[in-house]
């Protein structure tokens, strides 16, 4: 496709003179080039595409970067990086050294809040538009979020605060009834309402025009027509609740009709009150079915996709990741006991929970965008003798840290927490890397930390953590591969707090987390050849350590390595040191994990070789050269 248009523009202010019929072929090319470009490389295809032309309209009016538009998680913003200056760079997002597929404040002074995490917007906004009380300064504020992201509940946090300031602000409702999976919950089925009452604006407005030609007096005439008006809230909208919070409430709109979007921006962009403007799109518009009866499937289908035009569906391999091994074992679990349930926060896919969804659906739990309500509706059905399963990712279950301390630890619920993306989440980048998780959770009181080395120990462990019934039990695995997992196998229940030796040997010991434990193994057999016998330790259990192991390494090691898919900071490796030190341990202790630093985006393996979290950075430690296993004295941390 020729890009006329596209490709000669560096900033918004090329399109503020372009006329609609420009216009209109930009919003064209912009999506083709999406798709083409996307299609190649991979990335979130299906969330920018139904935003195209509300990107156009919205950088057509507001004069940004001056103007503040906040975007919601980023998504949807490709569009915007490429009106913004990115046009040259677009093909290098997600890519390792390249554009974030966030919004990133560092990238563009376009980028006015980086998030990757939903539901922010709002309170961002609200902040931004209320510093204009203490700069000075003259701007416009413009929030975008999703129908998805509104069913979290700091959404509702900000609209509460943002009305009660009368804050002059505007929040674009993106309503394309999906965040990844299709929505859920009753704030879908009020948005849907809505939809089918769109003619409250037109009668609203021909009441205060009325107002003024009635005989007596204006300020009479409105008190008596307010009382109409707020009749007619309940009969045309159901609850008002975006009216009653504050917001004076303008829609639906066609998100796709470019005109309106710009004749409605131009007509409110200078309102000094809150606003609310619901637009209705398409996600994957341009590419995914638009036919009703496909359309949430093919959303879903290409929400993301891989290099060269695949879908993100699965193939199927020999060994499956660990996502699928936790979607076969919950099944697996539910045919075997009545009194577990699976709870996401709108992660269906992504959690690997689309079968268990569709066998078990009376006991399958999808709660929107609200990992923090996720957990305590957790804890909740745990005091009823129900053992729930908690499927979120590390990076989202953060969110939630209030909640696993308060309901679930202090009151000891078994609440069974499943944490995919534990470490290098990949392209997705540091908001999404789950490097916090052992720090997070290993603090809290009475928690139970373990990190599976293969499938089959994951089974292990679930089945361990079912049987658990004095607290939470939290269990932490990579976007990667099982390594091993026979769907035959049998469950193992495995003493709390146990380790397992999985190579002896003398001198040096390798104590490894999760997958990690292959490398160590692999380690230690190529140093076998230089001279040096390792033995290594499969740490499956983070908290509570192997005390036991852990004073046999004191009498039997001088050297002691950690390692571990996690930030070095608060992390297993320090737990080690800070165990050993205390009970006299006079050795070297050397700890792999990684840095103190948030990582870039980039492949997994790239970033785990990077840090040196993978066989050579253990190699790496020792001294080829010296036959007595002395091990090398630098901070791979």
């Known amino acids: 496709m020729r890009l006329k248009l596209l490709s000669k523009i560096k900033s918004p202010a090329d399109i503020r003179n372009f006329s ?24 979130h295809l299906a969330p920018t595409l139904g935003v195209v032309e509300l990107t156009v309209a919205l950088h057509k009016v507001f004069k940004t970067p001056s103007d503040k538009i906040v975007w919601d998680v980023g998504h949807q913003g490709y569009a915007h990086k490429i009106l913004t200056g990115r046009f040259d760079e677009f093909s290098t997002i997600r890519q390792f050294g390249g554009l974030s597929g966030f919004l990133k404040r560092s990238e563009s002074d376009y980028d006015v809040f980086g998030a990757g995490h939903a539901s922010t917007s709002i309170s961002a906004a609200t902040g931004i538009a209320q510093s204009r009380n203490h700069s000075g300064k003259n701007f416009r504020v413009v929030s975008v979020i999703g129908d998805g992201s509104m069913t979290g509940g700091l959404a509702f946090e900000a609209l509460n605060n943002a009305g009660a300031l009368k ?69 045309l909208v159901p609850g008002m609740l975006f009216e009653e919070l504050g917001f004076r409430y303008i829609g639906p709109i066609d998100g796709h009709n470019l005109n309106d979007l710009i004749d409605t921006f131009e007509k409110i962009k200078d309102v000094r009150s809150p606003m609310l403007l619901h637009v209705l799109t398409k996600k994957g518009k341009g590419m995914a079915n638009l036919d009703a009866d496909e359309y949430q499937a093919d959303a879903v289908k290409y929400h993301a996709v891989k290099p060269n035009g695949k879908v993100s569906t699965k193939k199927v391999d020999s060994v499956p990741v660990f996502q699928d ?33 569709k066998e078990f659906p009376e006991r399958y739990y999808d709660v929107g965008i609200a990992e923090g309500h996720a957990v305590t509706f957790a804890a909740g059905l745990a005091t009823q003798n129900i053992r729930p399963i908690v499927a979120i990712y590390s990076t989202f279950l953060q969110r939630a840290f209030d909640h696993i301390i308060h309901d679930a630890a202090i009151q000891h619920l078994p609440v069974v927490f499943c944490m995919d993306r534990a470490g290098i989440a990949g392209e997705d980048g540091p908001t999404h890397h789950g490097a916090l998780d052992i720090a997070y959770l290993k603090c809290i009181q009475d928690m139970i930390v373990a990190a599976p080395k293969d499938g089959n120990e994951f089974r292990n462990l679930l089945y361990t953590g079912l049987d658990y019934k004095d607290g939470p039990f939290a269990i932490r695995y990579p976007k990667a591969s099982s390594i091993e997992f026979d769907k035959l196998g049998q469950a193992e229940l495995l003493p709390i707090g146990s ?94 994990a990684l840095p103190d630093k948030f990582v870039e985006h980039g492949p997994r393996q790239l970033l785990l070789d990077k840090y040196g979290v993978n066989q050579e950075g253990i190699e790496s430690l020792f001294s080829i050269k010296d036959s007595t296993a002395k091990l090398v004295d630098l901070e791979n941390t």
């Open 499 to 592: 380790w397992e030796v999985l190579r002896k040997g003398e001198n040096t010991v390798i104590l490894a987390v999760g997958p990690q434990g292959y490398d160590a193994l692999n380690a230690a057999e190529h140093l076998t050849h230089q001279g040096f016998n390792c033995e290594v330790v499969n740490c499956r259990f983070i908290k509570p350590m192997d005390i036991d192991y852990l004073n046999n390494v004191i009498e039997r090691f001088n050297k002691v390595i950690t390692i571990e898919e996690g930030v070095s900071t608060g992390g297993f490796g320090e737990s080690v040191a800070a165990f050993l030190s205390r009970n006299g341990f006079k050795g070297d202790i050397k700890t792999i």
């Open 325 to 357: 091994v936790f979607g076969y074992l919950v099944c697996e679990v539910a045919k075997n006991r009545n009194d577990t349930v699976c709870i996401t926060a709108a992660m269906r896919e992504g959690t690997g929970l689309v079968n268990y969804a």
């Open 167 to 235: 804050t002059p602000m505007i929040v674009v409702l993106n309503d394309n009834k999906m965040s990844i999976s299709p929505n859920v919950g009753a704030l879908n089925t009020y948005l849907t309402k809505i939809v089918t009452n769109p003619v409250y604006n037109h009668i609203r407005e021909e009441i205060w025009n009325l107002s003024g030609k009635l005989p007596f007096g204006k300020s009479k005439a409105r008190t008596m027509l307010h009382r109409i008006e707020e009749s007619l809230k309940s009969l």
């Open 20 to 43: 609609r019929e420009q216009l209109q072929q930009l919003v064209d090319e912009l999506r083709q080039y999406t798709i083409e470009t996307i299609s190649q490389i991979g990335g």
